[in-house]
């Protein structure tokens, strides 16, 4: 009879499983790929002449000297640091090590940067720095806020599809609210409740009873849809005045922050939504990781059955979960109509939902890293801003669908290994 | 503190898990609840425990009557569960899992992470075992996972401790262990209930043994009777404990593994660089403590594994690279481990699942048409030829008991012509009556000229089919041996340690 090729001579069989480490080659692909197209854009297309950063405003008590670079320069310098960073990607795969997020984001930057340096050379008009960065932040706010609702959603086991529809009838609500009220922060506190809502029904479908999580946030996406553009042209449209023209929240000045050059009129020179914003994120990040609440999220979206062993309340849980993720997503929604305009408009939040959902992915179920997803997205929307301002060589239509490819990059080719909530997704049926 | 059962019933349809079962449980006592699979002893747990509502009787805890609407007040009232799926968040440490649900916090609402490190260093200490509080659970083998399942329980103070099949996951090592961890909760008074089918373990720590049968409690036991009595009351008729065979008679069919590795999507070698040969006539038993790769060893030999590198060659063919269809034209059965979500599509009938992967051609189906006469002969016989119990061809599957639902999946991959045979863990959650027939069938297969590859944790089945047993240990093979081997050598191996140690 033949016996085990392989029976060990006398050694015992080690404590511990082999690992063969695997690396996914794809993050370091597509940023070599994207860097080639950049480069292949600037060899094919080149467009001689400077570009004028001007670094300052009127009445900056420190103003930097304004800066004229050559755009085809700062674009190349641009797609040499992308290259390098595509490098660095490579050498992680051969050392069999995962990329870091800094990697991706650091490259995204760079090489909207060294796009926008290539589309404004030579242009009359020149770059105000502070305001792409400032306007960046700002349109970042909804996808921030939403990101932030998906992580707590998320983590609690919870897919909320609905986010769009959470901004949306959050925007709606505020514009009314404010309007009727004349006061924004009525309206805010509207758009908190919308989003709360919203929730509460995508909770009554989905924890207890369990319908499939994303039909229901689908239906909830095409259900506020269709109310809201009902009533904008049968109630809005005609009562213009009185219902739908609202007194915004004025940005506020922080004294001395907002006298940093640069980055201080970006960021300090900004409306209660966007400083709320900064304050938001930090403290969702403690609830998640530092306290009971957060601990006992976490442990009703990994494995809901042992948390409701140890007498922790599943449903109740996931409720109390989505209703704060609903508020939060809610001041997102906020934005639109008490800060970045005074009036609702139909399918005004255009998908910034579906990107906050990405940028969840994207930050890995993390509200730091999912924040700066969110920021990195909210640069690639301003893009559209800051081209016609200096008259872009691009269609419009394509600058408009740029954030929406960069999402999509993003989330398909950037992302590294990251692992979702194990119970994500999954309604609670006790046996 | 006297934990008392009072007439409990617990009915899932019609179906009567729990038919009137009292049960007293003292303190210092270990009590065995002895019974088969699908006996109703972990219902009969869940509902002590509140994760179901009694539809009769009452739970009392030093005589006063308790109502508990969920786990939360079976514990409050001080009672404590290690279950058998171990109730543990993967990717939360030690501490954390142990806090989880009586969490305490310091001012600003933050978790006071240092109370409950120190509180498991402090159980830990008292049981004479270390276990580090900042570990993450998944990073932890099973064996210590399942001491802070019971570090879990102690930490609310669990004067009633239930454990429910707690061995199934362990080596007998591990198990010895645990039995010294028991004796010792008993002697600070804990009452422990000790859920089980395994007699040896029985026998080895309890005072008080109730046998649970059909639902139904049966009888009590007294822990100096003979395996065979307790097998006797647990089934309810005289059991045949051994299989009959003759010795093998080697045929010319040849399975060769060589060199075989799978890997998990993360990189886990799972199998590793495992090589054998079974020869026809003959039942190779790989044995060891469930998730040491033999899953994934029986999966890499039917081709449902993905990553695997290395040579499967069935007389001579290459069976790596190879889809499913493939191997199985190629003539391998393959009795999946867990039945209802591999082996058998549960609302689908009787007659149906026998004839699920014949669907490609005759006799079953005809330009594209199911021959239904055809298939309701080809059922008729198997159900005849394999006894089992239904109460007609068209019956749904997921309606039979578990052991005539694996009577239908062994119908079904024995019924063609084999060239091997793969089953794993063939008689898992079946009744002894089925066992002692599904046995028959293996050897039968076996005297039939085919290599037959069985995959079991249980060592008695290992014992008793295996004509040599190859055990698994982290992925790799730590011996392959006779089937005389003894026990305790065995024991050691499925701890990793190689035969010519165990043996010294």
Known sequence: ?431 | MTLELRGITKRFGTLVANDHISLTIEPGQIHCLLGENGAGKSTLMNVLYGLYTADEGEVLLDGVPQRFRGPGDAMAAGIGMVHQHFMLIPVFTVAENVMLGHEQTLSGGRLDLDAARERVREIAARFGFHVDPDALVEDLPVGVQQRVEIIKALSRDAKVLVFDEPTAVLTPQETDELMGIMQQLKASGAAIVFITHKLREVRAVADRITVVRRGRVVGEADPDSTDAELAALMVGRAVELTVQKEPPRIADALLEVSGLEVRDAKGAVLVDDVSFTVRGGEVLVVAGVQGNGQTELTEALVGLQHTVSGSIRLDGTELVGRSVRQVLDAGVGFVPEDRSTDGLVGAFSVAENLMLDRTDGPPFVRRGVLQLDELERFAAAAIEEFDIRTQGTTEPVGRLSGGNQQKVVVARELSKDLRLLVAAQPTRGVDVGSIEFIHKRIIATRDAGVPVVVVSTELDEAVALGDRILVMYRGRIVGVVPADTPRDVLGLMMAGISPEESAA
Not at chain 1, 23 to 36: D, F, G, I, N
Not at chain 1, 242 to 268: W, Y
């Open chain 1, 1 to 431: 009879m033949t016996t085990a090729t392989a029976t060990p001579s006398s050694a015992s069989v080690s404590e511990d499983l082999r690992h063969v480490t695997v690396v996914s080659r794809k993050s370091a692909l597509v940023l070599t790929v994207v860097t080639a197209l950049m480069a292949l854009l600037l060899l094919l297309s080149p467009r001689e002449g400077d570009v004028q950063y001007r670094m300052g405003a009127e009445g900056d008590a420190l103003r930097l000297p304004d800066v004229a670079l050559p755009g085809m320069t700062v674009a190349w310098v641009c797609v040499a640091i992308a290259a390098v960073l595509a490098a660095v990607a490579w050498l992680q795969v051969r050392a069999e090590r995962t990329l870091s997020f800094a990697v991706p984001m650091v490259f995204a930057v760079v090489l909207l940067v060294a796009f926008l340096s290539w589309a404004g050379a030579g242009s009359p008009q020149d770059f105000p720095v502070s305001r792409i960065i400032g306007g960046a932040v700002l349109l970042s706010v909804p996808i921030l806020f939403g990101a932030l609702g998906g992580v707590i959603g998320e983590r609690a086991g919870v897919v909320n599809i609905a986010i769009e529809g959470q901004l949306l009838l959050g925007a709606f609500a505020a514009a009314i609210t404010a309007s009727l009220t004349d006061s924004p922060i009525a309206g805010l506190l509207a758009a908190v409740t919308a989003g709360m809502l919203v929730a509460l029904v995508l909770g009554l479908f989905t924890i207890t009873y369990k319908v499939d999580q994303v039909i229901v946030g689908v239906v909830l996406n095409v259900l506020v849809i269709g109310l809201t553009s009902f009533f904008y042209s049968e109630v809005l449209v005609p009562n213009a005045e009185r219902l739908n023209e609202t007194d915004r929240f004025a940005p506020v000045a922080i004294p001395l922050l907002s006298e940093i050059p640069v980055l201080g009129p970006a960021l300090f020179r900004q409306s209660v939504l966007v400083y709320l914003a900064y304050v938001t994120v930090p403290a969702v990040w403690f609830a998640l990781y530092r306290t009971r609440w957060g601990l006992r999220l976490r442990a009703v979206g990994e494995h809901p059955k042992a948390a409701d062993t140890v007498g922790i309340k599943v449903l109740r849980t996931r409720y109390r979960a989505l209703l704060i993720a609903g508020g939060i997503v809610g001041v997102g929604g906020a934005f639109y109509t008490v800060v970045s305009v005074s009036s609702f408009g139909k399918e005004m939040t255009a998908g910034a939902g579906f990107i906050a959902l990405a940028a969840v992915i994207f930050g890995k179920w993390d509200p730091l890293r999912a924040a700066l997803a969110a920021l990195l997205f909210g640069f690639a929307s301003n893009l559209d801003d800051m081209l016609s301002l200096v008259g872009a060589p691009v269609p419009s239509q394509f600058m408009l669908m740029l954030p929406y490819v960069v999402t999509l990059f993003a989330v398909a080719g950037l992302v590294g290994k990251s692992r979702a909530p194990a119970a994500d997704g999954v309604p609670y049926i006790k046996e």
